[in-house]
């Protein structure tokens, strides 16, 4: 990372926006001593992490000072610490379930949900054309075949899209709750219940964030968060299936650890009722979850209050239109999103924001390899190195070859800016200054005139 000046309070601390995700901790250490402030708004982020601090090395110091690391057994020496059930409890109790279980990842929270709703072979799961790789690769993982829909305004699954793609051979509709916001979930429900179809909600990017009331993620047949390094709370690795049913959670408990059953003290007796796979959590990265959890009204209301400080600073652009956020009181504010008129000037702005070397923290998803169908070659060629059988190969690259032009209309338009929770509001002043000018540079150029 390019910090300068550390030892020196009288000189200010600079560093690189990019580099600041991977060294943050080390950032923020020589961040409190008199004169330093961090100088750049511009690093990448969902951001637990920057709260991370004393409360998560307590957590962790209690489970090395047993020893026991993994959750399952050891019921004697590990002296009543039980920092997976704890934090799955403190779930159900935050965002409003009855069960949870904790998972290694969202990939494997995701993976497993499918697998505890029984979604399988030959089964068509909608999901949006707009999300993280993990999304489609937990649906390859159970057999079942990912239907890729266009997204709206709403940067989530487009309601009327939805309908035209059911076929006797859905299962499944998967909204994915997108950079801290909700899809439609009135329109989705009432889609599932006319057709029977099971409802399981990707909100491992919307920690936090509610609908009409209830939490992301407790509205559907089941619902997941991931806990990896960049979400809004982070275990480092981890993730979560949460559901208010009985089944569905009975069948993760066990499809997470090789299918036992769970239901003595012995884990060698445990019978097995079904295949499973290893997709267990850690205590140790639970207990830096039970820490993180605890920080979360603190994460929330700091993302609320920065982002309506950048919002109201990029409204003074009337070329500018927000995503549609169907209830805007859930908002987790993660990110802002911001549309500009045409894909032409979109690009424009983007690159003049690199120019200016303010675009790190800003994302064009249109032109992402992670999040957007337009780059997602290896799923549009089918490439897996185990065989899949050759009609599952073929309705996948079906999907994933389809004309989506009003998906391509909205993300060419869109820009994403991750809000940071640290950032003073001096700092988002000149934040969003600086975006407005670049923005109102490239309007000029392109003669659109603007207030
Ligand atoms: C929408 C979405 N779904 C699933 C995942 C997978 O989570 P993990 O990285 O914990 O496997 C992510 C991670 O970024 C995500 O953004």
């Known amino acids: 990372m390019a910090v300068n000046n550390r030892l020196n309070p009288n000189q200010p601390l600079t560093c690189t926006g990019s ?27 969902m951001p637990g992490y920057e709260l991370g601090g004393a409360e998560e090395r307590k957590e962790l110091q209690d489970v090395l000072d047993n020893g026991i690391l993994m959750r399952y057994g050891f019921d004697g020496p590990r002296k009543g610490i039980w ?24 990939t494997a929270a995701l993976t497993t949900a499918m697998g505890a709703l029984g979604i399988g072979y030959g089964d068509e799961v909608i999901m949006p054309s707009f999300t993280f790789v993990a999304s489609f690769e937990a649906v ?16 989530t699954l487009d309601p009327v899209a939805v309908r035209a793609a059911i076929t006797p051979k859905t299962k499944c509709i998967m909204p994915v709750h997108m950079c801290g916001s909700m899809a439609d979930l009135d329109a989705l429900q009432q889609i599932c219940k006319e057709n029977n179809l099971l409802l399981l909600e990707d909100a491992c990017q919307s920690i936090g964030a509610s609908f009409k009331g209830k939490q992301l ?13 960049v979400k809004t709370m982070t275990c480092g690795e981890g993730g979560v299936v949460m559901t208010n049913r009985e089944d569905v959670y009975i069948n993760s408990d066990g499809y997470t650890d090789h299918g036992h059953d769970h239901k003595g003290v012995d884990r060698g007796a445990d019978l097995h009722p079904f295949v499973g796979y290893n997709f267990r959590i850690s205590e140790l990265h639970a207990a830096v979850g039970l820490a993180q959890i605890g920080k979360l009204p603190k994460v929330l209301e700091l993302q609320k209050k920065n982002q309506a400080q950048l919002k109201n600073i990029l409204s003074q652009i009337p070329e500018i239109s927000f995503r549609r956020i169907p209830d805007p009181q859930g908002d987790s504010c993660t990110f802002l999103s911001w549309f500009l008129p045409t894909e032409e000037i979109t690009r424009a702005v983007v690159t003049e924001l690199k120019a200016q070397s303010i675009l790190a923290g800003n994302f064009y998803w249109f032109d992402n390899n992670w999040h957007y169908i337009r780059k997602w070659d290896h799923l549009k060629n089918g490439k897996t ?14 999907h994933a070859n389809k004309n989506f032009g009003p998906s391509d209309a909205i993300m060419g338009r869109c820009i994403s800016t991750a809000i940071g929770l640290l950032w003073t509001s001096e700092q988002i002043n000149e934040k969003g200054e600086k975006i407005i000018a670049a923005i109102r540079k490239v309007l000029k150029q392109n003669s659109v005139v603007s207030a």
Not at 94 to 104: T, Y
Not at 145 to 154: A, C, K, Y
Not at 217 to 229: E, H, L, N, P, V
């Open 385 to 398: 190195l185990h065989a899949l059988s050759p009609e599952h190969k073929a309705a996948v690259m079906h």
């Open 217 to 229: 993620g407790t509205i559907g047949d089941a619902g997941t968060f991931s806990f990896d390094f």
């Open 140 to 155: 390859l993982s159970v057999g079942a075949i990912p239907v890729l829909v266009d997204v709206d305004d709403t940067l």
């Open 83 to 106: 920092k997976s059930k704890e934090l799955e409890k403190e779930i159900c109790k935050v965002f409003g379930c009855n069960h949870a279980q904790l998972v290694s990842s969202g």
């Open 19 to 45: 580099d600041v995700l991977f060294n943050f901790a080390e950032l923020r250490t020589c961040l409190p001593d008199a004169g330093y402030r961090l100088l750049t708004t511009n690093y990448i982020t």
